[in-house]
Every structure is written in structure tokens, then in C-alpha cells.
């Protein structure tokens, strides 16, 4: 006599699969968030998991070119990531297109749309007024530490306040808006407004910079309103 077959159920396997997928999500951003990379033993202790479940789960993020297993024997981030990031960033960056070159010509100044990669701050978007004998510009992709500039002080305004955080980014938190003066470039004044992150759905600002003072202060109103206008484009 046959013994009787065992079949789950539909949700049971399911949720099965909801549970090793969760457990992989949580693996890639936490091995991904981690610069200098982290052993299998790290991310099982981290992720709550057995040292042969994490193997598994870190070889399967390996294979897709998600993370890469390095020769001292640590796992971090690989180039697979950066088709995902651009994929997530899509949506905004097409939002703000309009919205950058709309503000650069009312205030006659260079915007940028900057958002947070770890522990720096990245030109997503660039846009250069396209009237005016001159102005500011830098390139697409540049960067700089989060710790400098009005744009990092904005981005870290954008999130939750931390314990011991700079006054520059609480200030700017209360304010809706951070200034400052030669911190990035010599010379040149930094106007940054954060965006509302569960609107953008990531740590981001609006970034004017000027060697102009007065065009630093006088601008502020009107880079909240583009800031407003980002948001209300992504609601």
C-alpha cells in the first residue's frame, strides 16, 4: 500500500518563498551597505541565520552579479547593483527634468538634483540655466562627502534626527533649507532643500550653488517651491 503523499499548500509555499526571498533582500542590503564588505559568519550572526543558509544565500546573490565574493574571502556589493540603482532612480530623475530646467532659468543658476549613496552625496541630475552670459556648472555623477556642502546637510535633513548629528543639519531640518559658503569648492555659496524621503523614496535635495551671495539667500523661496513641485510631480 502506497504511503499517502504530503502535498503544501498553495499558501503555505507561498509564504515559504516570501520568507527565503525576504531573507535574501535582507542579506543584499546589508552586505551592500557594508563598504569594507562582510565574512559569511558576519551576515548570518547580522541576518539571524545558519552559517549554510547565509552560504546559500550570498552564493545565489553572487550569481546574479549582486554581490561579489572578494579574495580576501568578504562579500560586497558588484557591479550588478548599478543597473538596479538606475532602474530605482528612473522615475525620479524623469520627474525632475522639468522641474530643474523650469527653476534654473527662473533663478538664472545651475540646479541639481543630489542624493545619498552611502556615506556620500551624487550629482543625479545637472541642469544649467539656458539664458545668462554666465554661470556654475559641474558634472553628472560628481561627488562629495555627505559631512560637506549644503547638499549633504539638506540630505541628512531628509532623514530622522541621530543622536549627536551635526547642529548644520538639525538647523537645516527646522529651517527647510541649508546654506553654506566654500565648504565643497573654494568660493562658491551652496543653497540645498531637502525632499520629503517618503515622497522621493530616497535621500535627496534640491542644490543650487552661485559665487553670487545675495542669489544664495534670495533664492531660498523659490528652490523650496521647485522642491514642492518635485514632490507634488511624484505623489
Known amino acids: 500500500m502506497n504511503e499517502p503523499t504530503t502535498v503544501p499548500s498553495p499558501s503555505a509555499s507561498r509564504t515559504a518563498g516570501s520568507q527565503t526571498l525576504a531573507r535574501g533582500l535582507e542579506v543584499l542590503r546589508l552586505v551592500a551597505g557594508t563598504p569594507a564588505g562582510l565574512g559569511i559568519n558576519e551576515v548570518a550572526e547580522h541576518a539571524g541565520i545558519h552559517r549554510t543558509g547565509a552560504y546559500r544565500l550570498l552564493n545565489t546573490l553572487c550569481d546574479a552579479q549582486l554581490l561579489h565574493r572578494g ?3 568578504r562579500y560586497r556589493g558588484a557591479a550588478g547593483l548599478l543597473s538596479l540603482s538606475a532602474s530605482a532612480y528612473h522615475s525620479l530623475m524623469a520627474a525632475a527634468e522639468p522641474v530643474l530646467r523650469r527653476y534654473a532659468d527662473e533663478l538664472g543658476a545651475t540646479l541639481a538634483l543630489i542624493v545619498r549613496e552611502g556615506d556620500e552625496a551624487i550629482a543625479l541630475r545637472v541642469t544649467a540655466p539656458t539664458s545668462g552670459t554666465y554661470h556654475v556648472s559641474f558634472a553628472e555623477a560628481s561627488r562629495h562627502p555627505l559631512d560637506l556642502g549644503a547638499a549633504g546637510h539638506a540630505i541628512l535633513a531628509s532623514e530622522p ?10 538647523a537645516a531640518r527646522s529651517k527647510g533649507y541649508a546654506q553654506t559658503f566654500g565648504e565643497v569648492e573654494p568660493g562658491m555659496h551652496g543653497l540645498a532643500v531637502p525632499l520629503d524621503r517618503s515622497i522621493s523614496g530616497v ?15 534670495t533664492a531660498i523661496a523659490v528652490l523650496q517651491r521647485a522642491a514642492r513641485a518635485l514632490e507634488g510631480s511624484l505623489a
Do not use: K, W
Open 71 to 73: 579574495a580576501d574571502g
Open 161 to 170: 534626527a541621530s543622536p549627536g548629528e551635526d547642529p548644520r543639519v538639525t
Open 203 to 217: 535621500p535627496a535635495c534640491l542644490n543650487l550653488i552661485t559665487v553670487r551671495e545675495e542669489q544664495a539667500t
